[in-house]
């Protein structure tokens, strides 16, 4: 008989790529899909090769009407960039009420302890790592970019997954995919990205095929409850700037300094970084194509409809003026920002109006020379990581809560259970209870000041396990007042 497997976010763009693998592997496949117009067309392709469940991630009941049955559950769907960006109280409650909803559902079968439950998180949760913390790995701090509520969102939703007490659950983060419409994306958001910037991509394939290899027979136990990283490896270490250059030579474009200012570009305050570990995930999964990147691109370039080829007869500097057309939007535009007097944005994703208008030439910003793997400087996780898990004790969660700047109050614990909650306090006296992998093997922490980007100087200088990414990413001045968060309070993450 085959497995049966349900999937949310049939319909955007990693879940489609994980559909068509998983029929193809001929699994039994549900989906929960939102009754649109757009929906109705997209799915009628499947005819009778999958079953569709009409409903809404928050509606817990069609949620558990989906859930039935299943034997694995792949939670993919959720609301993401750029539209999360335009909503953000929306993307809140839609990706943490969703992960409630799947939790409880899950929980709610008479053989919950044997579905097995993947749950779909972000390269963004660990937010700014530029040079010199380009390279990173999970277990790193969560650390979401300021005014990135999606970012957030996804903190809260995998929070819910790992504390779920679900025997068997995982967390895969996943960083920028690369499909074709990738090419067409014209957002003021592209200016947030810093041109000396990384990002180990994953392409949408690599990714399709990682879902449908996650249900294969041959996963072993140990894969279960732990986070990975999710990219296609080292061909896909791209500088942003090189990004930035396979993209526009893909739409015939010309190279980034013809078209761009280089002052349009955020210096600061987004998310990527390369993986350390990525390669433990395509140990498990083998879900990589290797295919070299020039080629990736110059495939997508060719889904393209061939009026894209007519930007080559387009003189650069008309090119120009469309682009700063998209910069000077008033809302997300980082030219809009400096000529409106955004003060929070531009201190946010450049340091200071000074530091903006001191960005150099385009040589500045192609001359990145970024560490290999071999001399990556590697974040402290506050404990012996030389030791297996299952040699773990109090004592090593004692000296990770003191380099989070907190205690561990619980005064045992089995040695190795890496799943039981134990109880903490933050520096800021806060109590709560974590299992050890979540804030160990996850980076999460308080849940009432993590991630709370609002008071990052404040938990900085009391917690030296974040203070470690702050400091470099976010030095204060003399005299400086701490980086708030706009109009977000805590109080707005507790109504979501």
């Not at 993307?91 to 044997?114: C, F, G, M, W, Y």
């Not at 996804?154 to 679900?166: D, I």
């Not at 922490?445 to 974040?466: G, I, S, V």
Request: hydrophobic letters at 40%; a negative charge; aromatic letters at 12%.
């Amino acid at each position: 008989m085959a497995k049966r497997v349900f999937l949310t976010g049939a319909t955007g763009v990693m879940g489609s790529a994980g559909l068509d693998e998983l029929i193809a592997r001929g699994y039994d496949v549900t989906v929960l899909v939102r009754d649109t117009r757009h929906n109705r067309n997209k799915m009628a392709k499947y005819g009778d090769m999958v079953r569709v469940v009409w409903g809404d991630l928050l509606n817990y009941d069609d949620v558990l009407r989906a859930v039935e049955g299943a034997e694995y559950v792949l939670h993919v769907g959720g609301m993401v960039s750029p539209r999360a960006d335009y909503k953000p109280k929306s993307v809140l409650e839609v990706n943490i009420t969703a992960a409630e909803h799947v939790v409880r559902a899950v929980k709610a079968q008479p053989d919950s302890d044997h579905i097995k439950v993947v749950y779909i998180g972000s390269v963004a949760q660990t937010g700014d790592r530029r040079e010199p913390l380009h390279w990173g790995r999970t277990g790193d701090p969560i650390f979401p970019s300021l005014f990135d509520y999606y970012a957030i969102s996804k903190c809260r939703a995998e929070r819910v997954f790992a504390e779920s007490g679900l025997k068997y659950w995982v967390s895969l983060r996943q960083s920028g995919i690369l499909y074709p419409a990738i090419l067409k994306n014209m957002d003021p958001i592209m200016f947030h990205v810093p041109i000396r910037g990384v990002l180990e991509w994953a392409t949408v394939e690599d990714s399709g095929r990682l879902l449908a290899n996650v249900c294969g027979d041959d996963v072993p136990e140990e894969f279960w409850c732990k986070f990975y990283n999710i990219g296609s490896g080292a061909e896909y270490r791209l500088t942003n700037y090189d990004f930035e250059r396979y993209l526009l030579r893909s739409i015939h474009c010309p190279a980034p300094e013809k078209i761009f200012d280089a002052k349009w570009f955020a210096t600061h305050n987004f998310h990527g970084q390369f993986y350390l570990d990525s390669d433990k995930l395509e140990e498990y999964l083998h879900f990589r194509a290797n295919t070299p990147v020039a080629e990736y691109f110059a495939a997508m370039a060719r889904t393209l409809p061939w009026f894209y080829s007519l930007a080559k007869i387009v003189p650069a500097f008309l090119l120009k003026l469309f682009m700063r057309h998209i910069a000077k939007d008033k809302t997300f535009g980082t030219l809009g920002w400096a000529t409106s007097g955004n003060d929070e944005r531009i201190r946010a994703y450049f340091g200071s109006y000074e530091e903006r208008e001191a960005i150099g030439s385009w040589d500045d910003m192609r001359d990145i020379d970024l560490a290999d793997e071999v001399s990556a400087e590697r974040l402290d996780h506050g404990y012996d990581e030389a030791k297996p898990l299952a040699e773990l004790d109090i004592e090593d969660m004692r000296r990770a809560a003191e380099f989070r700047g907190g205690r561990c109050l619980s005064t045992t614990m089995t040695r190795g259970d890496m799943a039981t909650k134990l109880e903490w306090e933050c520096a800021f006296g806060h109590r709560f209870e974590a299992s050890p992998t979540l804030v160990l093997l996850g980076g999460h922490w308080c849940d009432e000041c993590m991630p709370a980007p609002w008071r990052y100087d404040e938990e900085a200088k009391r917690n030296p396990f974040l203070a470690q990414v702050w400091h470099k990413m976010h030095p204060l001045r003399d005299g400086e007042k701490p980086i708030t968060y706009g109009t977000a309070t805590p109080e707005d993450y507790k109504k979501a």
